[in-house]
């Protein structure tokens, strides 16, 4: 199926998790906040939330500076 993650388009198998998209993108300790379609998912809940053809989601790490 296709969805967006953060701008760009990705292909990604039928019944996957916001946790699988993002091991699979190798951002499992960095991503601190994320979005389906404009509303927030907790990280406790990214294993049930599964992902639908054309999904938007928003991967947002922290990053201090000052």
């Known amino acids: 199926m296709q ?3 953060n701008g ?3 292909e990604l198998a039928e019944g996957s998790s916001m946790l699988d ?3 699979s993108l190798g951002l499992e300790e960095r991503v601190m906040a994320s979005a389906l379609n404009m509303e927030i998912v907790k ?4 294993g049930n939330a599964v992902l639908k053809e054309g999904d938007t989601i928003e991967l947002l790490d922290f990053v201090g500076g000052g």
């Open 43 to 46: 990280q406790d809940a990214w």
């Open 3 to 5: 969805i967006k993650v």
């Open 8 to 10: 760009e388009m990705r």
């Open 21 to 23: 998209l993002i091991r």
